[in-house]
């Protein structure tokens, strides 16, 4: 059964990126290799992936894809990667990046037959995964809060959530991050 994921890294005080969406705070951390040693597994339980149009652009740019796009396929596969977006984005040589506008759930039907069974993974932004959960559609969320605080930014999920919604399903450290995984509650297969 497919399960809809936002897994991300987070700052202390809850930014997923600085204002001008800059993660250089995320690449500071010192340990970063054990907290992305169990990524690996989760990747591979992934059928689709969603982001939103900053998370796409900001990709394009930090790993220079349109230049170097064999990239992609190191990082992410050859799995259809859906992108929000009001505008038109180039999308990486030789990947399967559709871009689509409109609401989660206009969306929804194409992006689980596109998982095939598998998870979809929400790459980011916080927005977007906000979205997710109000279409009913948001299984999972899984954090990395990295030891880091911003005082502003790109906040994590702005939506208020109660903790009626949310349970608690895992807690360990790794490296100098916590991972937590929450169980959302109140979704449906739409």
């Known amino acids: ?3 809809t994921i936002f897994h991300t890294a987070t700052t202390l005080d809850g930014y997923l990126a600085t204002t001008d969406d800059a993660l250089d705070w995320l690449f500071a951390v010192p340990g970063s ?3 992305e040693a169990a990524f690996g597994g989760f990747l591979s339980g992934v059928g689709a992936l969603v982001m939103g149009s900053a998370t796409y652009e900001w990709l394009l740019r930090h790993e220079r894809l349109l230049d170097e796009p064999e990239k992609w396929a190191g990082f992410y596969g050859t799995r259809p990667t859906f992108v929000f977006s009001s505008r038109s984005l180039p999308p990486v040589p030789g990947a399967d990046i559709r871009l689509v506008s409109g609401g ?3 969306q929804w039907e194409s ?3 596109a ?3 598998g998870d979809v993974w929400i790459v980011g932004g916080g927005d977007l995964a906000g979205q997710f959960i109000d279409a009913g559609v948001l299984d999972e969320i899984r954090l990395s809060v990295a030891p880091v605080t911003l005082g502003s930014g790109k906040p994590l999920l702005p939506r ?3 903790a009626d919604r949310l349970t608690l399903v895992d ?3 790794a490296g100098q991050f ?3 995984v929450y169980a959302v509650g109140g979704t449906s297969e739409a």
């Open 160 to 162: 208020v959530l109660g």
């Open 104 to 106: 989660v759930q206009a």
């Open 111 to 113: 992006i689980r037959d």
């Open 33 to 35: 290799d054990e907290a």
């Open 1 to 3: 059964m497919t399960r």
């Open 171 to 173: 807690a360990k450290r």
């Open 178 to 180: 916590v991972e937590l």
């Open 115 to 117: 998982a095939a069974g």
